[in-house]
């Protein structure tokens, strides 16, 4: 499974952007479609998920800023991210799960800067 990231780049603070991420064909279910993020010094962390039961995760440093949607068909899982804030920057990256594997894209820069 291949995935191809889009929609990273530079907000002012109190921005909004929307991060989308497509996963090529596979022969098995998806069975987690996620958004994660990795800032400079600091350990990947995930932003919000979404695991084949269909209800949402979010971290408690995006909840009420994030909303993240996917859409099983068209094998997308996009992330809106509204009110950004300077500690949101972070190269992020989109998960998903297929059976027990996981397939990670290359990631998007989103730097947050006035």
């Known amino acids: 499974v291949q995935l191809q990231a889009s929609g990273g780049g530079l907000v002012q603070p109190g921005g909004s952007l929307r991060l989308s991420c497509a996963a090529s064909?596979?022969?098995?279910?998806?069975?987690?479609m996620g958004w994660y993020r990795q800032a400079p010094g600091k350990q990947r962390e995930s932003v919000a998920f979404?695991?084949?039961?269909?209800?949402?995760n979010y971290a408690d440093s995006v909840k009420g800023r994030a909303t993240i949607s996917r859409d099983l068909a068209k094998r997308t899982v996009d992330l809106q991210m509204n009110n950004l804030r300077p500690e949101d920057t972070a190269v992020y990256f989109c998960?998903?799960?297929?059976?027990?594997?996981?397939?990670w894209g290359k990631g998007t820069q989103v730097t947050v800067s006035s």
């Open positions: 979404v695991p084949a039961s269909g209800t949402a």
């Open positions: 998960r998903v799960r297929v059976g027990f594997t996981d397939y």
């Open positions: 064909r596979s022969d098995f279910a998806f069975n987690l």
